[in-house]
């Protein structure tokens, strides 16, 4: 009977290990995540940023305002990060070039 109860409580004790060691590593590679995906998010945003100058230069002013509003929303989802860990790029101007776009949704 206590060998029953021994291996019970072991069962236990693996199983919240395992669970323990599972949530460690998400912590973990969640940062890295966080690092790639900005990455990935700005690279998202550059290529919005081309398709709005795409639709600009053959006049397609719809899909000039769809694009600069996707933009702009990027832009707003990633700007604190970029500002922390990219202070060397010029927020501002980013912005401006978005905003302009903006305009012709009027």
Request: proline fraction near 1%.
């Amino acid at each position: 009977m206590r060998f029953l109860k021994s291996l019970q409580q072991m069962r236990i004790q693996s199983r919240f290990h395992r669970w323990w060691l599972a949530l460690i590593m998400g912590i973990s590679l969640s940062g890295n995540a966080q690092a790639q995906s900005l990455d990935q998010q700005f690279f998202e945003l550059q290529l919005v940023i081309d398709q709005i100058y795409l639709a600009h230069s053959v006049g397609d002013r719809v899909g000039v305002c769809t694009e600069s509003r996707r933009a702009n929303n990027l832009l707003l989802e990633i700007l604190p990060a970029l500002q922390r860990k990219r202070s060397s790029l010029d927020h501002a101007a980013l912005q401006d070039s978005i905003l302009l776009g903006l305009n012709q949704c009027r």
